[in-house]
């Protein structure tokens, strides 16, 4: 019997295809039909399911289940999206659109609580007890994985930790509070704040004259000795260890993994990211924390709808 796991994006969509054990056995990836309907998404998804299944030469009968990562909000007990800001989908009933073309059970989660789910049973996390998973790239977002069932929040809210707040006297965020980690150690932001510095600081620079500046570029000024890449990369890391001694004082986990771009740049990242945890956390705690970069690269969405399909259905 096979199970079926689904990332949609809004860029793309991924959908591997496995046996009862969970190891991938066969990947498809195609880009996200535009705009704000749906339609076209699910029939791209399930049309990928369909040649999976095909390639291994099985039939529906031998499909046991589908699990299906996508962003949000979602309404997981209704197994809906409920609005994807970026995309347009509102209210769309993933779930039962799954079940009526396939006639299997469909388990739909967050995004990032799927990769939490998958690095903490199958990869950097695969032993613990308790990970705590953050997603560092354009934004900051995570999941948290315990006796091996995520923790999502009386209400689905849990992980949001990209806005943890790091300083309460700093900058409005979207979300309505202040001085989220998000607003300093994401990609976005610390580009961001490289390109204000760059600004003001005129010719001369890694980053002088260029037009755009994105986080690989402070990552690259960084490499190159550049004092202006290093203050900002400097100040992102220690905001993000801020947030991570708070997670530790909250959680007390056996380890925090990190994927997403930013995370790249591991060895830029995990020494001043554990100095500031350790320094901003119980003292007699803070040598417990352990950090380790994320293991399953582009499979990790897949991989964490299977294993939630396969675990939990």
């Given amino acids: 019997m096979y199970w079926a796991g689904i990332d949609i994006g809004g860029t ?12 991938i056995l066969g990947t498809v990836r195609r880009a996200t039909p535009p705009g704000a309907d749906f339609s076209p998404v699910f029939e791209a998804a399930a049309a990928m399911v369909g040649e999976l299944l095909a390639a291994r030469g099985a039939t529906l009968k031998e ?51 799927a990769a ?44 949001e930790f990209g806005h943890v707040t790091v300083d309460p006297d700093g900058p409005p965020c979207p979300c309505g509070g202040r001085g989220c980690v998000q607003l300093y150690a994401s990609g976005s932001s610390i580009a961001r704040r490289a390109r204000e510095l760059a600004a003001k600081a005129g010719p001369g620079g890694f980053l002088a004259g260029k037009k755009e500046v994105t986080a690989y570029d402070v990552e690259c000024g960084v490499r190159a000795g550049d004092r202006l890449c290093a203050g900002v990369w400097d100040a992102a890391m220690r905001k993000l260890g801020i947030a991570v001694g708070i997670l530790n004082q909250v959680l007390d986990p056996d380890l925090f993994v990190f994927g997403g771009g930013v995370s790249n740049a591991w060895d830029l990242m995990e020494g001043p990211v554990l100095a500031s945890a350790r320094r901003y956390c119980y003292t007699d705690t803070a040598h417990h924390i352990r950090l380790a970069r994320a293991q399953l690269g582009g499979l990790v969405g897949t991989t964490g709808a299977i294993l939630l399909a396969r675990d939990l259905l």
């Fill in 63 to 113: 499909l046991s289940g589908i699990g299906i990562s996508c962003p949000g909000p979602l309404d997981l007990a209704a197994g809906s999206i409920v609005q994807v800001a970026t995309t347009g989908w509102r209210e769309v009933p993933v779930r039962r659109l799954f079940e009526e073309r396939f006639g299997v059970p469909v388990r739909l989660e967050n995004d990032a609580n």
């Fill in 116 to 159: 939490a789910y998958a690095e903490a049973r199958a990869g950097a996390g695969r032993g613990c007890g308790t990970v705590v998973y953050l997603t560092v790239s354009t934004g900051i977002g995570g999941g948290i994985c315990s006796g091996g069932r995520l923790l999502e929040g009386a209400h689905g809210f849990a992980g």
């Fill in 12 to 23: 793309k969509i991924a959908a591997s295809i496995a046996a009862d054990d969970a190891v």
